[in-house]
């Protein structure tokens, strides 16, 4: 396969003596992939620019106030959607749908209070819920999982504290999900639905999380829809620097649909991957079985209506998909980046409920298909950290950690 390279833009960061911080970047892929079998036995090859964002982080000393900012371009290059097998939500199947124009605008106050740290953040983000947004993480294709596993392009306010082994976040956000990339938050409907996330940092490098969230209708705008309730726990561990570390993640998520109270569909998920990755090369790998909804389609087989008719689906299949990267990455002067990379996946489809409306064997045309993806990751300036936390839940180790040198020290 043939890789497209895109241009990014970016600037470099700097963090005074004083203790502020200031950095801005960008970074976008060319990829090409191919599905087979992607519809009706027939295979897809597409090309596209994936994930293209700029992005500022600007903090004052010892943070008594920062800001996290991401523009996201996925609406201008990935309208049709990014062709990821059993990856559903905001309207799209088995293509990833573009995220919204304002990614990230978040602002954020810390303050020490005798041996705790308490922060406020507001504006529209993450709530405290599951794992880093799969963005940040080594695979550029999407797990199923992203909209059991994160909540995110939310109105949000986050309250944090930390202690020595760990910390507790609480955040109270709109429940309504994006209905298009320029969609904005539905303000009528601020704070009618919270999360709250613990922490613990038993030791160096060791992250054990577990979280709860109950959403209001995030598939109806309006708020007619079902109501979700998630549960989600992992297990992380992280060591050395960018680029030379180790990297592992673990990690459960469970929604449970309601209508008036009551529950009506269950949908599970198991994810674990890892990362190994040195200055010359990295290897990657991820396994993943995650339930999911099979709802109806429009004319384009790969759209759903919005709102959908969720008190009834056509059916509900389970995903396990296995795959693996890897990777040649490239430090260039004047902080570019390039990383040319493939990735491949084999992907194995069940149904789970019978009799049913849809039957993936019939649609796909197999109950096996692969995913073969290759392209080439660009960046300039600073690197972007983890993704979905403020404040004090970042904490020292984490975030976007830039020495006066110019070595950033987290993925």
Excluded: C
């Excluded at 390279?5 to 963090?15: D, S």
């Excluded at 990690?251 to 008036?260: D, H, K, Q």
């Excluded at 403020?390 to 110019?406: E, F, H, L, N």
């Amino acid at each position: 396969m043939i890789a497209v390279a895109t241009v990014v833009a970016g600037a470099q960061t700097h963090e005074t003596a004083r203790g502020a911080s200031a950095g801005l970047g960008g970074s976008a892929t060319g990829i090409m992939t191919r599905v087979s079998p992607a519809i009706m036995g027939r295979a897809l090859t597409e090309g596209y620019i994936t994930q293209p964002f700029l992005f500022a982080h600007l903090a004052l000393p010892r943070n008594t106030l920062a800001l996290h900012a991401m523009v996201n371009f996925e609406g201008i290059t990935l309208e049709r959607g990014e062709l990821n097998p059993g990856i559903y939500g905001e309207g799209y199947v088995d293509r990833r749908h573009p995220h919204t124009y304002l990614h990230e605008l978040m602002l954020a106050t810390e303050w020490n209070a005798r041996s705790v740290d308490l922060s406020l953040a507001a504006g529209k983000g993450f709530a405290p819920f599951g794992t880093d947004d799969p963005m940040s993480r080594p695979f550029v294709k999407y797990p199923v999982n992203h909209h059991l596993a994160q909540i995110l392009e939310r109105i949000v306010a986050v309250a944090a504290l930390r202690m020595r082994y760990g910390a507790v976040e609480a955040g109270l956000f709109n429940g309504d999900e994006p209905e298009s990339a320029g969609d904005a938050p539905n303000t009528a409907r601020r704070w009618d639905s919270w999360a709250v996330r613990g922490t613990a940092l038993p030791i160096p490098g060791a992250e054990l999380q577990a979280s709860y969230a109950r959403v209001s209708s995030p598939e109806h705008a309006t708020g007619e829809g079902l109501d979700h309730r998630k549960k989600s726990a992992s297990l992380r561990y992280e060591s050395g620097a960018t680029v030379t570390r180790r990297y592992a993640l673990l990690e459960w998520a469970n929604t449970v649909e309601y209508l008036a109270g009551e529950p009506t569909f269950a949908f599970k998920s198991l994810l674990g991957e890892g990362e190994v990755r040195w200055r010359r090369g990295a290897l990657a790998l991820r396994v993943e079985r995650t339930e999911r909804p099979d709802e109806e389609r429009l004319l384009d087989p790969f759209r759903t209506p919005r709102p959908g008719s969720d008190f009834n689906i056509l059916g509900r299949s389970r995903w396990t998909v296995v795959s693996a990267r890897g990777s040649s990455p490239l430090e260039l002067p004047r902080r570019r980046r390039i990383e040319p990379f493939v990735e491949i996946s084999r992907v194995a489809v069940v149904q789970t409920v019978a009799p049913a409306a849809f039957e993936p064997k019939l649609f796909y045309g197999g109950d096996r298909l692969w995913s073969l993806s290759a392209g080439i990751r660009l960046g300039l300036g600073a690197r972007h950290g983890r993704m979905g936390r403020y404040g004090v839940a970042i904490g020292p180790s984490r975030g976007t950690t830039i020495d006066p040198a110019g070595h950033d020290h987290t993925h």
